[in-house]
C-alpha cells in the first residue's frame, strides 16, 4: 500500500509539466497570431510595390519599426534578407516549434494516461493483496487448498511489482525530461555562482597572503633586533667576566703551598 501510495504521490507531481505544456502551447498560438498581424502588414511584394507611393512615410517608418521588433521578438538576426523574407522565415520556425511542443503536449497526455491506469491497476493489486493478506480472499473451498491461495497471493504480488517497475520507468523519464528542461537555466545560475564565490575566494586569498607577509616580515624584524641584543649582552658579559676570572686564577698562584 505504501508503494502505490508513493506512485499516486509520483503521478501528482507530473501535473505541472502538462501545465507547462499547455502554456507553451498558449504562447505559440500568440505567436501565430502575432505572424499573421505582421504579414497583413507587410502584404505581398506587388501589393507592396502598389501602395509604396501612397503610404505615409511616418506610417510606414512605423510599420518597419514593428516589424523590426517583432523579429527581434522572434529571435531573427539582423542581415540583409528582406523584411518579409525574414518574417516568413522566422513564422516556419515557429510553426515547426508549435508542431514540436504540439507533440510534446500529446506525449505527455498520453503519458498522464497511462500513469492513471497504471495507477488504477495498482490500486486494485495492492487492495488485492490486502484482503490476501488480512485474510478475506483465503476462503478455503472443497476444490482448492491453502496453497492455492497462497499462489494467487503471490502471483498477485508480483504482478504488483512488475507494474510498479513500469510506472517508474515511465515516471523517471517524464520527471527526467522535465528536470532537463527546469535545471538548465539553474544550472547556469550557480555555474556563475560558484565563479563569483571562487573569485571572491581567490581575492581573500591575497589579501591573507598580504597581510601574512608584512607580519612575517615584522616578526623576522623583531627577531633580528632580539638576537642582535642577546649577542651584545653576551659580548658584554665575556668582557666583564674575564678580567675577574684571570685574577682569580692569578691570585690562587701566588698563595703559598
Do not use: F, N
Not at 476462503?139 to 517497475?165: F, H, I, P
Not at 623583531?222 to 642582535?228: D, I, K
Request: net charge negative; hydrophobic share 40%.
Amino acid at each position: 500500500m505504501g508503494g502505490a501510495m508513493q506512485r499516486k504521490l509520483d503521478d501528482a507531481e507530473a501535473e505541472p509539466l502538462l501545465q507547462q505544456c499547455r502554456q507553451m502551447a498558449s504562447d505559440m498560438e500568440a505567436l501565430r497570431r502575432s505572424e499573421q498581424r505582421y504579414r497583413a502588414l507587410v502584404g505581398d511584394d506587388d501589393a507592396g510595390d502598389r501602395c509604396a507611393d501612397r503610404e505615409d512615410p511616418s506610417t510606414r517608418a512605423q510599420c518597419l519599426h514593428g516589424i523590426e521588433s517583432a523579429l527581434a521578438a522572434l529571435g531573427v538576426e539582423e542581415s540583409e534578407e528582406p523584411a518579409a523574407a525574414a518574417i516568413m522565415r522566422a513564422a516556419e520556425e515557429a510553426r515547426a516549434r508549435e508542431e514540436e511542443l504540439h507533440d510534446r503536449l500529446d506525449e505527455s497526455a498520453a503519458r498522464g494516461r497511462a500513469l492513471e491506469s497504471k495507477l488504477s491497476e495498482l490500486t486494485r493489486a495492492a487492495d488485492t493483496l490486502q484482503r490476501a493478506l488480512d485474510g478475506s480472499v483465503l476462503a478455503v473451498g472443497d476444490e482448492e487448498d491453502a496453497s492455492a491461495a497462497g499462489d494467487r497471493a503471490v502471483e498477485a504480488l508480483k504482478r504488483l511489482c512488475e507494474d510498479s517497475v513500469t510506472a517508474s520507468a515511465v515516471m523517471g523519464g517524464a520527471m527526467q525530461r522535465k528536470l532537463d528542461d527546469a535545471e538548465a537555466e539553474p544550472l547556469l545560475q550557480q555555474c556563475r555562482q560558484m565563479a563569483s564565490d571562487m573569485e571572491a575566494l581567490r581575492r581573500s586569498e591575497q589579501r591573507y597572503r598580504a597581510l601574512v607577509g608584512d607580519e612575517m616580515r615584522v616578526t623576522a624584524v623583531r627577531t633580528a633586533r632580539t638576537l642582535r641584543r642577546a649577542r651584545s649582552a653576551c659580548t658584554v658579559s665575556s668582557l666583564r667576566w674575564l678580567p675577574l676570572a684571570w685574577r682569580r686564577v692569578k691570585s690562587q698562584r701566588q698563595r703559598p703551598s
